[in-house]
Nanobody
Framework: QVQLVESGGGLVQTGGSLRLSCAAS????????MTWFRQVPGYEREHVAA????????FYSDSVKGRFTISRDNAKNTMYLQMNSLKPEDTAVYYC??????????????WGTGIQVTVSS
């Protein structure tokens, strides 16, 4: 069973930077694509960025494109989100999600517990 732990969140001023990490343990060889989501209380969880299993394909929401960079280190079973030029509207709880790969393909996903990112104006 895959467990995910996010780290690197906190409070930063507008224009600042943070780097989030998502470390996977349990069964890392079964991890496929990895994704960052974020959620503001009262709103739906928003897709932020995603990266393929090999790390050769990435996707960004329009709201973060050009400011955030997603990456992964499969040797360390860790995904990262480098967030630059942060804005108050980036304030949210950030969650990592990973695809679980079984013998016949994707069999589900796992979620981290979330980490708070707050950008002050």
């Amino acid at each position: 069973q895959v467990q995910l732990v996010e780290s690197g969140g906190g409070l930063v001023q507008t224009g600042g930077s943070l780097r989030l990490s998502c470390a996977a343990s349990g069964a890392p060889e079964s991890i496929g694509g990895m994704t960052w989501f974020r959620q503001v209380p009262g709103y739906e969880r928003e897709h932020v960025a995603a990266i393929s299993r090999a790390g050769d394909m990435t996707f960004y929401s329009d709201s973060v494109k050009g400011r955030f960079t997603i990456s992964r280190d499969n040797a360390k079973n860790t995904m990262y989100l480098q967030m630059n030029s942060l804005k108050p509207e980036d304030t949210a709880v950030y969650y990592c999600n990973v695809e679980i790969i079984g013998a016949t393909g994707s069999i589900g996903s796992a979620w981290g517990t979330g980490i708070q990112v707050t950008v002050s104006s």
